[in-house]
């Protein structure tokens, strides 16, 4: 497989979601009223989890580029305040970022000068650009499904 293909893989990955639904979808038509509901059973809002997305992948971006990267606190700073609420302005701002960080994820794998196999020279042993890509994805992946389901069960959808 050629890098050129791998690269543009991974963008359909990042963007797409391929065999998942992009936040784009997952939020598309997303009432006000429930930004800041917490669906039954579950001890964080719809805001927390779509912050708790952009925060993950912001951190992930900054120790891929960053080679002054410092190490948050798991899980305080993965997360917003249990007690934070949200507006429409928030809520935007959120949506933003995340679209915004993508952007640079992706500018990252588009950029051909990018090893995408090597190790992240200020990263820990074995950690590459390829691995960080998988692990955004993967990471989005699963919350942005757990986002779409959170939906069905409020009824919102």
Do not use: C
Request: net charge negative.
């Amino acid at each position: 497989m050629s890098d050129s293909i791998t690269r543009a893989h991974l963008v359909d990955l990042l963007v797409r979601g391929n065999a998942h639904m992009s936040l784009e979808e997952a939020v598309k038509n997303f009432p006000a009223k429930d930004y800041n509901t917490r669906p039954p059973n579950v001890e964080y809002s719809f805001w927390h989890l779509l912050e708790h997305i952009r925060l993950t992948q912001h951190d992930i971006l900054d120790y891929s580029r960053n080679p002054d990267y410092k190490y948050i606190q798991w899980p305080q700073d993965y997360w917003p305040a249990k007690d934070a609420t949200t507006d429409a302005a928030g809520w935007k701002q959120t949506i933003d970022g995340f679209i915004a960080d993508r952007a640079a994820m992706v500018a990252i794998v588009d950029d051909p000068q990018t090893d995408l196999y090597g190790q992240i020279p200020h990263g820990e042993r074995g950690h590459t650009i390829l691995r960080e890509v998988l692990v955004v994805a993967d990471h989005n992946a699963y919350h942005i499904g757990e986002l779409g389901i959170l939906r069905q069960v409020v009824g919102n959808w």
